[in-house]
């Protein structure tokens, strides 16, 4: 099962949007993934295991792991763009 891990400022309400939005189109596609969500200061002591992380603020250059830019889940512009783009990483 892939995992993964929304990234928002606090990692609280913005993290459990996007999260909600990208497991419901998961489901939709019949790709089964553990959806978590934190912080970005969650990154700064390093990658967590996880196979893509989805951000809607900036993530340290440290993070070695695929990283989707989340904002069009915030201003619906591009989401579909942005959903394409974690299916892609996660197949």
């Given at each position: 099962m892939k995992k993964i891990l929304v990234i928002c400022g606090t990692g609280v309400a913005t993290s459990t949007m996007v999260a909600s939005s990208i497991r419901d189109h998961l489901t939709g596609q019949g790709i089964d993934a553990q959806?978590?969500?934190?912080?970005?200061?969650?990154?700064?002591?390093?990658?967590?295991?996880?196979?893509?992380?989805?951000?809607?603020?900036?993530?340290?250059?440290?993070v070695t792991v695929p990283v989707v830019a989340g904002l069009a889940f915030l201003t619906g512009?591009?989401?579909?763009?942005?959903?394409a783009e974690i299916v892609s990483h996660l197949q």
């Open positions: 959806i978590s969500q934190g912080k970005v200061m969650d990154l700064v002591n390093g990658t967590p295991d996880v196979d893509l992380i989805v951000a809607t603020t900036t993530v340290p250059d440290t512009i591009g989401q579909d763009v942005a959903l």
